[in-house]
């Protein structure tokens, strides 16, 4: 593979209306506005909704050479090298379908998502921590069935307390989501910047700006 001169431009990409997902981190590709490629399944479905899986340009470039996937769509701006020349990708779809059935891991980012980026205790968005419904000292476990988000001020009220001591009890008992939940929670917080040819491949409740 030759060396690409790309010769992008430094713009930035365009921004969706404010929405909660401005606060959330976004990938670095997006970030940078250098025509992130939305990468999807053999089955034409997001690899993952969120974070969305997206990847640089020059990885799509070079999936596109080791011919591991099909270009979906492009974007305008070429790529080019001694030997050739190409649009870049803006959709790609991989070749080899990678199961999707493994359960989600238990990370702090997927805890939020599942509770929608809030407290379940009083809705508020601020401060979250997590919070161990049975507390530690009375036995419960660091685990999906017994942590929730909670800001800090309702982990500090409740404060190491069952919830019918503390009279505190979460909007949703927690408990272990399936990749299927997470996606459509990830529906929620689209990313601030979504290519027009991204569209065809997500939700229908997104709309670009124009
Ligand atoms: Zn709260």
Redesign the pocket.
Known sequence: MGTFDPNLPQKSPPKLPENRAETLPMPETVRSGTFPCLVLNADYQPLSYFPLSLWSWQDAVKAVFLDRVNVVNSYQKTVRSVEFEMPIPSVIALKDYIPQNRSPAFTRFNLFLRDGFE?V????PDDLTFDHVIPRRLGGKTEWANISA??S???LRKGGRLPKDAQMFPKRKPYAPTRHQLQSQGRRFPPNYLHKSWLDYLYWDVELEA
């Open positions: 407290c205790y009083c809705n508020s909670a800001c001020r309702c982990n």
